[in-house]
């Protein structure tokens, strides 16, 4: 697994085993928390057509959706449970690189 691209603050693309997964910082009143989803074949057509705006745009909208409730419509895509310890660990190792070699291009 391997970190494509980031957003401070909000989410981090990763790849994994020909998948995208999202990894979003999502923020509630109350408390702040990380949502793991794999992009769908609609999602990837349209980050692919997009780029890292429809990235902000979904990951704004599942942050909205309050995504562990139950009338999220993401709620049943969290996939945290197989994914976090790889995620932190491609996150950790993307952190130590030196800050260019972990620029997130401008894409769009």
């Known amino acids: 697994m391997q970190v494509i691209e980031h957003q401070a603050h909000s989410w981090f693309l990763l790849s994994h085993d020909g998948q995208l997964l999202l990894d979003i910082q999502c923020h509630s009143p109350l408390v702040s928390y990380d949502f793991l989803m794999v992009l769908s074949a609609d999602e990837l057509a ?4 997009f780029g890292r705006g429809y990235l902000d745009q979904l990951a704004a909208a599942v942050n909205d959706s309050a995504p562990f409730g139950p009338q999220s419509p993401y709620q049943l895509r969290n ?9 932190l660990d491609a996150v950790s190792r993307w952190r130590s690189l030196p800050p260019v070699a972990c620029a997130t291009p401008a894409n769009e």
């Open 79 to 87: 996939v945290a449970s197989a994914y976090s310890a790889s995620v």
């Open 46 to 49: 349209h980050y692919q057509q």
